[in-house]
Structures are given as structure tokens and as C-alpha cells.
């Protein structure tokens, strides 16, 4: 309705205000206030939590309803192990990085006192859409502060109190800070993103954080297949990730690594669905595999060479024989599909027919094939002798995440504060015109500047 509506274009104009006011706060009040919301959020543990069970039990009833699958509610959990912990540490993390903002990446002088910066600087306002895991409304947060960018978060209704009580805290937090506290919006329903996409006027990225299908709701219209928004996506769908045993793997290695891209966390999107072995070594590394697979209570699908392989006296039970879908499916569970192929030339071309471009693993001793199963799989991460679930922001050093991006543009992987930026042109000189250059005039010197300027605005 009408008055809806105005109420998500101020939200997107908030949020436009406080992006435009967060260009002149300085890299220590950002780090302040990142002290400050990690301090709030210890100190409304409780409430956090109280409001997490609530959520936990509003989500059973749906799981046991079918209406909510397994894998989004372990997700959902904030109290599970050293989630809260962990998520605490991933602000001191990204405070401890460099500021990324005001970068200069490169110079150039055009002539005697006219100089040519590129510079990085925030994207400006996201509009960041996800599923299940509360603590991304904390990882977000600390990642736009940092970059400098303000944030509009919209998570699954099944952690809607978590986020709710999470959000509280961080807009209690902000407001003893420099960072304006538009900075940082949560957003609930769908009638919400579905207005607020249409506000590329105010909104600068959205990037979806969840399931294939979380973007194909909100981002394609199923009649025609155009995008539903004008604003850019920073896509993050799903994660079908593949591991290869190739001809010259180690036996132990090769256990060691697809048991973890497994079953560490199947519910993630950078755990292995798939399985391909090399005919060659068969009759050796397959029934370890997937006996150890099978010792962790895997589901496995096999192709039908594979499954002619085994012994008559095996166990079949948890194995049966795949359907073509099978290679296509993020299970997100206790379930793999296993694929003989001929060679690196065979997997590889199977990744990228049936991969989604977010991480794929080779086991292998031939540093050749390596490189070339490397170069040749077209995904986000290529990974040689270890585990698809490294693919991950905190493992790689950035803090945490954004998502896991599987574009081609602006940011590919985990997005840590680099996705999150973009960069301008900042050209400095006196008095210049172009009219003075040209044929027969001065000439351009596009020269290495040795000395920066210093850019940065200090107030």
C-alpha cells in the first residue's frame, strides 16, 4: 500500500543521508564504533539468546511441518559451539584490517601540476537480502562500517526475533558513535525488498545471500526472464561445489579431503555435492572413499560404473544409483553424487556444465594436471589437494563475508571489504584546460607520480 511504501522510500533515503554523511568520518571513529557494537552485543547476550531459543522453536514446528528444510534450520542456531564467540571475533578482525577506503591504485601525471589519482572509496548504499544465519546482520554490519557504506539487511523470517534483537543492539551501539545510525536498517518482509528494488535512485548493490531459488524469487520474473531490479547484483546463489580425485592422487590425502568438503558442514554452500574419480584408480580409492563417506552416514549416489564396482558382499544400504539430476543439486546435507570420468579434460568439463562457479577441489600429485584442472574450471576458487570449505572470508584473512560471490564483475569469492568498494577518478591541477593540449601544443606526459598527494580528508 501507498503508506508502505513511503515508509521503505524514507528507509532508502535514510540510508542515502547517512552513506553520504559516512564519506567524512574518519577510520578511528569507524573503529570505535565497531568496539562499541561488539561491547553492546556482549552485554545483550542474553536477550540475543532468549530471543534465538524463540526463533529455534517457531522454526522446529515448520521443519516438522515440511515447510522449512533441515540445513536452514541448523543455520539458525546462534548458540550453537562458539557462533557467538566467533562472531564477536570477526569485528575485531575486520577492525584490525588496513582502512580500505582512500586507496590509491593509480597515478599517473598528465602534465606539470595536473595529476591524475584513482582512488577507492565505498559503493555507497547495499542492500543485502539472506537466509537463516543471524550472525550475518553482524558480519555485514562491521564489513559496510568499515568500507563505509550504509546497509539495508533483510534476513529469513524464521530468525526474524534474533534479528530483530541483534539490530537493537547494534542501533543502541551506534548512537554513542560518529557513524550515523541509518547507517545500519533492518528490513522484514518481502513487500519490503520488493519496493525497495525499485529505488535504484538511493540503492547502489544488492547482493542476495541464500538459496538458487532466493534469487530467481526476487530477482528474475519467471514469464519473460528479465531482472526484476535496475540496481546491480553481487550474486551469491548456490554453492555446487566438486571434488576430483585424479589418476595420481594420494589415497590419504584424498579420504582427509573430500570427508572434510563433506561433512564439516554440509549445510554450507562451499560443501562438495559432488564426487568424480578417475577410472584409473577405481578399483584402489574408491571403496575407501566412500567407505569413510558411508562411516559418516553420507547418502551416496552412484553412477553406475561406479556403483558395478562394488564387492557383492557390500553394504548397499545408504548407497543407490543416481539420476541425472543428482549432479545438479546442492543437497546441503549428509548426501553426495558420485561420477567416474576418463581424465582432468572429463572433469573439468563436467564442473563447468553442472558446477555454479563457486569452488572446485583436485586431488592430485602431478603438479601439471594441477594447473591445468586449475585454469580450466571456470569457478570462484580452484583449490589443489584441499578442502572446498576453506572458501570462506574469516579463512581467508578478510575478517568475514559478505557472501560468496560467483560473478564475473566487480568481486568474485569471498566478499570481504574490496567487494564492497568501488573507486573515482580524483584529478588535481591548476588552472588546466584541454584546449591546451593537442596537435601542435603541449603534449601529455603520463608519467609514474613517485610522491603521493595526500588525499585523505582529516577532520
Known amino acids: 500500500n501507498r503508506g508502505s511504501m513511503l515508509n521503505q522510500v524514507q528507509i532508502a533515503v535514510n540510508a542515502r543521508e547517512a552513506s553520504n554523511k559516512l564519506q567524512y568520518v574518519t577510520a578511528s571513529d569507524r573503529s570505535f564504533a565497531l568496539n562499541k557494537i561488539k561491547t ?59 582502512d580500505p577506503t582512500e586507496q590509491i591504485t593509480y597515478s599517473s601525471k598528465l602534465d606539470e601540476g595536473l595529476e591524475l589519482y584513482r582512488v577507492t572509496c565505498p559503493v555507497g548504499v547495499l542492500l543485502v537480502i539472506f537466509e537463516a544465519r543471524p550472525e550475518v546482520v553482524v558480519n555485514i554490519t562491521a564489513l559496510a562500517i568499515k568500507s563505509g557504506n550504509a546497509v539495508i539487511l533483510k534476513g529469513g523470517k524464521e530468525s526474524v526475533l534474533t534479528l530483530t534483537a541483534l539490530s537493537s543492539a547494534i542501533q543502541s551501539a551506534l548512537n554513542d558513535t560518529a557513524i550515523p545510525p541509518n547507517a545500519v536498517q533492518l528490513v522484514e518482509t518481502r513487500e519490503d525488498i520488493e519496493a525497495l528494488l525499485d529505488l535504484d535512485k538511493y540503492i547502489d548493490l544488492v547482493i542476495p545471500r541464500g538459496s538458487n531459488s532466493l534469487l530467481i524469487n526476487w530477482f528474475i520474473k519467471l514469464t519473460d526472464g528479465r531482472c526484476n531490479s535496475r540496481i546491480p547484483v553481487l550474486g551469491h546463489a548456490n554453492g555446487l561445489c566438486t571434488v576430483y580425485v585424479d589418476k595420481d592422487s594420494d589415497l590419504d590425502k584424498a579420504i582427509r579431503v573430500v570427508l572434510d568438503s563433506k561433512i564439516n558442514y554440509p549445510a554450507a554452500c562451499n560443501a562438495a555435492e559432488t564426487l568424480l574419480i578417475h577410472r584409473s584408480v577405481l578399483s584402489s580409492h574408491l571403496l575407501p572413499i566412500i567407505t569413510a563417506l558411508q562411516n559418516n552416514k553420507v547418502l551416496l549416489h552412484l553412477d553406475q560404473e561406479s556403483l558395478s564396482q562394488l564387492p557383492s558382499s557390500y553394504d548397499n544400504s545408504g548407497i ?22 576418463n581424465d582432468v579434460e572429463e572433469a573439468i568439463q563436467h564442473i563447468n556444465s553442472h558446477g555454479s562457479k563457486h569452488t572446485d577441489a583436485i586431488i592430485t600429485e602431478n603438479e601439471q594436471i594441477a594447473k591445468r584442472f586449475m585454469q580450466g574450471v571456470d569457478a570462484a576458487g580452484v583449490y589443489w589437494n584441499a578442502s572446498t570449505r576453506f572458501a570462506d572470508g574469516y579463512r581467508y584473512g578478510f575478517g568475514a563475508e559478505v557472501g560468496v560471490s560467483t560473478n564475473k564483475t566487480h568481486a568474485r569469492g569471498p566478499v570481504g571489504l574490496e567487494g564492497l568498494l568501488i573507486y573515482k577518478y580524483k584529478l588535481c591541477g591548476n588552472g588546466h584546460v584541454v584546449g591546451e593540449f593537442g596537435e601542435g601544443k603541449k603534449k601529455y606526459l603520463h608519467e609514474k607520480i613517485t610522491f603521493f598527494r595526500d588525499l585523505k580528508y582529516d577532520n
Request: charged share 35%; aromatic share 8%.
Open 40 to 98: 553492546v552485543l556482549e552485554e545483550k547476550k542474553r536477550d540475543i539468546f532468549k530471543a534465538n531459543e524463540q526463533d529455534k522453536e517457531n522454526a522446529d514446528k515448520l521443519v516438522k511441518a515440511g515447510t522449512l528444510s533441515a540445513s536452514l534450520f541448523k543455520r539458525l542456531d546462534l548458540e550453537n559451539g562458539d557462533k557467538f564467540a566467533t562472531m564477536l571475533q570477526g569485528i575485531s578482525d575486520i577492525d584490525y584490517l588496513p
Open 320 to 341: 543407490q544409483l543416481c539420476v541425472p539430476q543428482d549432479f545438479d543439486t546442492e543437497f546441503l546435507d549428509l548426501e553426495m553424487a558420485v561420477k567416474v570420468v
